[in-house]
Nanobody, 124 residues
Framework: QVQLVESGGGLVQAGGSLRLSCADS????????MGWFRQAPGKEREFVSGISRGGISTDYADSVKGRFTISRDNAKNTVYLRMNSLKPEDTAVYYC?????????????????WGQGTQVTVSS
């Protein structure tokens, strides 16, 4: 079982950067594909990025490609999302999630453990 806690959100100006972290207090972190999703007010939750168990394979939503980078440190049971060149449309609550899928998935239904979310607000 994983227990996920996100941190690193905040208020930043457009063009700025943030790094989100998601720590797992369990002991099976490396068994899980990890994903980042976000939900803006009035919108559905959407996939942002995902990373395979060993960190070799990654996937990104088109809207963040070239600006966001996902990584993980299995020794620290932590997954990261580095966000550069932030835009006001990136404003959302960001959630990390863990899933036992064989490959990185962009579908929220493939993730069975979720963090509580961290707010990211980008001002124009």
């Amino acid at each position: 079982q994983v227990q996920l806690v996100e941190s690193g959100g905040g208020l930043v100006q457009a063009g700025g950067s943030l790094r989100l972290s998601c720590a797992d207090s369990g002991r099976t972190f490396s068994n899980y594909v990890m994903g980042w999703f976000r939900q803006a007010p009035g919108k559905e939750r959407e996939f942002v990025s995902g990373i395979s168990r060993g960190g070799i394979s990654t996937d990104y939503a088109d809207s963040v490609k070239g600006r966001f980078t996902i990584s993980r440190d299995n020794a620290k049971n932590t997954v990261y999302l580095r966000m550069n060149s932030l835009k006001p449309e990136d404003t959302a609550v960001y959630y990390c999630a863990a899933g036992r899928t064989a490959v990185v998935s962009a579908q929220s239904r493939d993730y069975d453990s979720w963090g509580q979310g961290t707010q990211v607000t980008v001002s124009s």
